[in-house]
């Protein structure tokens, strides 16, 4: 009996020959279809956008603007792939849809800039033959903080870019980039192409031939990353880096013992509030636990946790000491260590199939079991020298001595020089503490003596 081969999903070769449409007279959804590579008509849409959302959701509103736009543009054509999409963008309840004129431009980038925003596109993907029509539709959600903008500001950016055909009355993906303090979600979904989702539609309606380079470009959440003062993708949402933090912090508790003394626990959060009030990251909450474990250690997980063992604790001097200890660990969760540190170890398929599903499925547990695994191992030596960085920074605004930082530091060199190798856990990623002290010292703005430049560790029981 022949051997059955497994099924596959079937490539309809016919696709590739229909013609694809953008109904839209957007140039930067135009710019995103052509970095594919694909051929397309533009056919704008002659519906009105409808901005009054009244029993509608914000998702349900922009899906029906996309709907209607489809629809009219896939009624002029006898058949052919379809694209439409509504952006609208919501503060405080209101929506903000294009602006009506260069004034009213002007007062709606004023208002936008002076609180957080979502902006929301709906999407609709219609694959039209002869016989039949098939619609998708969906939505994608992205939080945007911008810098606070005066009315010279915003008239020298329209001096250089039209506004009028913008939701919100800028461009991210233009000048208007240099506005933006932060975005939490899809990039492209506020240039108003969600490339996630149009993959998603295009995998649903069989057009594998469109999908491989919208794969290469969905991976989408860039952000600027205050510690590292770079924008930086991340495939993992905060939201996503909050669940998986959730999920590792389970399995620190079943797996690991926790310190039953309350006054020691006090004492680390009452400190480690200071610090996360004065981090470069407060979208976040932070959680603060003493490990019963006489190793002098201190480690961070996604989300905000950090954990500082009781051997440690044992160790410090006073409350600067142990400020700057809880203010690195801080500095790893401010600069998104541990996700990066994940992203470069997984490869880039995997990561896409862990980001397309919602937050709390299998996927994100499996990568979840991955960050557990770096958070034993501990961060690179260059991610340890920000940490220090950022430590002495946060535990200064906070109010202590970042001069504990190098006491501290000075003080885990002996220990470090008293155990045998095997122990030095601590020491694993940790740089030399001479290249730590040198780069607290350049963050205070000291001078540096010949001796912060000699890296040398002497050899342990001399």
């Not at 492209?188 to 057009?207: A, D, E, Q, S």
Request: aromatic share 10%; with cysteine.
């Amino acid at each position: 009996m022949a051997k059955k081969h497994p099924s596959h999903p079937r490539i309809d070769h016919k696709s590739i020959m229909e013609k694809i449409y953008l109904a839209s007279k957007s140039k930067a959804r135009k710019k995103l279809l052509e970095r594919f590579g694909l051929k397309f008509e533009i056919l704008p849409s002659k519906v009105r956008e409808q901005t009054r959302r009244g029993h509608l959701s914000y998702p349900q509103l922009v899906k029906n603007n996309a709907k209607n736009k489809a629809e009219e543009a896939a009624a002029r054509v006898p058949e052919g792939i379809i694209i439409a999409a509504d952006t609208i963008c919501v503060q405080d309840g209101k929506i903000f849809g294009k602006p009506k004129s260069m004034q009213h431009a002007c007062l709606m980038l004023k208002q936008l800039s002076s609180k957080p925003q979502w902006l929301y596109t709906g999407l609709a993907v219609i694959k039209k033959t002869k016989s039949k029509q098939k619609l998708i539709l969906d939505c994608e959600k992205t939080k945007v903080y911008m810098d606070k903008l005066n009315r010279e500001q915003i008239n020298n950016y329209f001096k250089q870019i039209s506004p009028l055909d913008k939701a919100g009355s800028f461009d991210i993906q233009g000048k208007g980039a240099f506005f933006i303090k932060r975005i939490e979600g899809c990039f492209y979904n506020v240039v108003g192409l969600p490339l996630r989702k149009l993959y998603r539609i295009f995998r649903k309606l069989g057009l594998f031939f469109m999908m491989g380079a919208i794969f290469v470009l969905a991976g989408c959440s860039t952000e600027y990353n205050l510690a590292t003062k770079q924008e930086e993708k991340f495939y993992y949402s905060t939201d996503q880096e909050i669940k998986m933090g959730q999920s590792i912090n389970r399995r620190v508790e079943k797996e690991l013992k926790f310190s039953d003394d309350p006054l020691q626990q006090k004492r680390l959060e009452d400190i480690g509030k200071k610090i996360a009030a004065v981090s470069d990251r407060k979208e976040i909450d932070y959680y603060f636990r003493v490990l019963d474990d006489e190793e002098v250690n201190a480690v961070s997980l996604p989300g905000g946790y950090v954990y500082v063992n009781s051997g440690l604790l044992e160790k410090v001097a006073n409350d600067d000491e142990l400020a700057c200890i809880l203010a690195h660990e801080v500095g790893h969760i401010v600069a998104r260590h541990s996700i990066k540190k994940l992203q470069a170890l997984q490869s880039y398929s995997i990561l896409r199939v862990l980001v397309a599903v919602a937050p709390g499925t299998a996927e994100v547990g499996n990568a979840a079991d991955a960050a557990f695994i770096q958070f034993l191992l501990g961060y690179s030596r260059q991610d340890e020298l920000l940490a220090d960085q950022l430590g002495t920074r946060y535990a200064k605004l906070a109010g202590y001595d970042p001069h504990g930082m190098i006491t501290f530091l000075i003080k885990l060199q002996d220990i470090n020089r008293r155990m045998p190798p095997r122990e030095r856990s601590y020491y694993k990623t940790h740089p030399y503490v001479p290249d730590r002290i040198r780069i607290v010292k350049q963050e205070l703005g000291e001078p540096i003596d010949f001796g912060d430049y000699i890296n040398i560790e002497q050899k342990a029981h001399e």
